[in-house]
């Protein structure tokens, strides 16, 4: 008898917080789960961890290795592929559940039969300290303004707070392996616009783990993939034009700042993108500077 949810969780030298990550789907109040983990590449202790937990259930536990690093959007699509349950649920490898996450999920998906993504709201805490620091979960407003609010981002859903169906994760055209940031926000809107319906359990199950320093270290790069997301979404006819130019623009123009004095030549292409999109003279003349400074820069 195949399992009502499949848990699909990435991992990636994951082995200090793997164990703790996996204690809150022991302790889950909704039993009927497969779960899989797929190590990509890392080849640290994850397999032990994952081992060691398999002993302690009674349901299926399978471990899956990429031999090379492939990236997390690769790796989430490798274990929904040999998945066996039409519900898809996902998780990182240092997050965390309350123990009714499941079962909210569930419950919600059946008083709500048309969704076919479904998701909790998440508690932020701070991975040193454990201290919470922010409470994401959508708005009546904000829910009531979907697809624009989700465009916008506005509504945001972190990706172990989600729960979706096979068909739609294959009807989006699974997770994008391009990106290597920002993948979760791209797939989403993928999913909107190929008719997903959403559904929210109203409570906050989820449990992020927030790292120091990540946002500072990789902000530019970060910047490049939110700007990449909206160019990817120009022709999204269910939002308004000029918001999809101003917001692709302001994208590459907050890229091209970010890379400007490290990079030159990679920030003219981005102001340039800028331009292309929705032409500001601040943007061209940063560009022109850029330009020259490229020009000037050694080799």
Same mark, same amino acid.
């Given at each position: 008898?195949?399992?009502? /949810?499949?848990?699909?969780?990435?991992?990636?030298?994951?082995?200090?917080?793997? &164990?703790?990550?996996?204690?809150?789907?022991?302790?889950?109040?909704?039993?009927?789960?497969?779960?899989?983990?797929?190590?990509?590449?890392?080849?640290?202790?994850?397999?032990?961890? %994952?081992?060691?937990?398999?002993?302690?259930?009674?349901?299926?536990?399978?471990?899956?290795?990429?031999?090379?690093? !492939? &990236?997390?959007?690769?790796?989430?699509?490798?274990?929904?592929? %040999?998945?066996q349950?039409?519900?898809?649920? /996902?998780?990182?490898?240092?997050?965390?559940?309350?123990?009714?996450?499941?079962?909210?999920?569930?419950?919600?998906a059946?008083?709500?039969?048309?969704?076919?993504?479904?998701?909790?709201?998440?508690?932020?805490?701070?991975s040193?300290? &454990?201290?919470?620091?922010?409470?994401?979960?959508?708005?009546?407003?904000v829910?009531?303004?979907?697809?624009?609010?989700? +465009?916008?981002?506005?509504?945001?859903?972190?990706?172990?707070s989600?729960?979706?169906?096979?068909?739609?994760?294959?009807?989006?055209?699974?997770?994008?392996?391009?990106?290597r +940031?920002?993948?979760d926000?791209?797939?989403?809107?993928?999913?909107?616009?190929?008719?997903?319906?959403?559904?929210?359990?109203?409570?906050?199950?989820?449990? +992020?783990? !927030?790292?120091?320093?990540?946002?500072?270290?990789?902000?530019?790069?970060?910047a490049?993939?939110?700007?990449?997301?909206?160019? !990817?979404?120009?022709?999204?006819?269910?939002?308004?034009?000029?918001?999809?130019?101003?917001?692709?623009?302001? &994208?590459?123009?907050?890229?091209? !700042?970010?890379?400007?004095?490290?990079a030159?030549?990679v920030?003219?292409?981005?102001?340039?993108?800028?331009?292309?999109?929705?032409?500001?003279?601040?943007?061209? /003349?940063r560009g022109?500077?850029?330009?020259?400074?490229? /020009?000037?820069?050694?080799?």
């Open positions: 008898m195949l399992p009502a /949810l499949s848990i699909c969780i990435p991992a990636y030298k994951a082995d200090r917080f793997l &164990g703790e990550t996996l204690a809150s789907v022991y302790r889950q109040t909704f039993a009927d789960w497969e779960l899989l983990i797929v190590e990509d590449g890392s080849r640290d202790g994850t397999e032990d961890i %994952v081992r060691q937990f398999a002993k302690t259930v009674t349901q299926s536990v399978r471990f899956i290795r990429h031999e090379v690093n !492939k &990236g997390l959007p690769a790796t989430r699509n490798t274990a929904i592929e %040999v998945a349950a039409e519900w898809i649920v /996902l998780l990182d490898s240092d997050d965390l559940w309350e123990t009714t996450h499941l079962a909210e999920l569930v419950a919600t059946r008083a709500n039969p048309k969704a076919d993504l479904v998701h909790s709201g998440s508690v932020l805490f701070d040193d300290t &454990g201290r919470e620091t922010e409470h994401r979960y959508p708005s009546p407003e829910l009531k303004e979907f697809p624009r609010s989700l +465009y916008e981002g506005r509504y945001i859903i972190q990706p172990a989600v729960m979706l169906k096979r068909s739609l994760w294959e009807r989006a055209g699974r997770f994008d392996p391009a990106f +940031y920002v993948e926000r791209d797939m989403w809107l993928r999913c909107a616009r190929a008719g997903g319906i959403f559904a929210f359990t109203g409570r906050n199950t989820c449990r +992020y783990r !927030k790292h120091a320093n990540a946002l500072s270290t990789h902000s530019a790069a970060m490049e993939a939110d700007a990449a997301v909206f160019d !990817k979404h120009l022709d999204w006819e269910a939002i308004p034009s000029e918001l999809r130019r101003q917001r692709a623009a302001h &994208g590459w123009a907050a890229a091209g !700042k970010l890379r400007q004095r490290g030159p030549a920030a003219q292409r981005h102001f340039r993108r800028a331009c292309e999109t929705d032409w500001r003279l601040e943007w061209w /003349l022109q500077a850029c330009r020259m400074l490229s /020009l000037l820069k050694p080799r």
